[in-house]
């Protein structure tokens, strides 16, 4: 019963929209929001903002050259030696 009444109250919308432009008039300019919808990543300018600041500041970090830990041993001198020479 409800899609009937859903299809016959569509129905009646298109009608009097074809009406209105048989005359030359408009359409109606916007639906009628039923609900709130909240802002989406995509629409919402203070995230958009925040997203293209954070991208700005990470686009010329290079990660750091990872070492061993061996080799961060024997440049760390006498006192590590024991540990470096260990296998």
């Known amino acids: 019963m409800s899609r009937q009444n859903k299809n016959a109250r569509n129905r009646a919308r298109a009608k ?3 009406m209105m432009h048989q ?9 009628i929001p039923k609900h709130t919808k909240r802002w ?10 925040l997203r ?3 991208l700005k500041a990470t686009a010329g970090f290079e990660p750091p ?3 061993s830990g061996k080799e961060i041993l024997r440049k760390a ?3 590590a030696s024991d ?3 260990r296998d």
């Open 16 to 18: 009097s929209i074809t």
């Open 23 to 31: 005359k030359g008039e408009k359409g109606p300019a916007k639906t």
């Open 40 to 49: 989406t990543y995509r629409s919402n300018p203070v995230l958009s903002k």
């Open 52 to 54: 293209a600041e954070a």
């Open 65 to 67: 050259e990872k070492t």
């Open 77 to 79: 001198g006498k006192a």
């Open 83 to 85: 540990f470096a020479d």
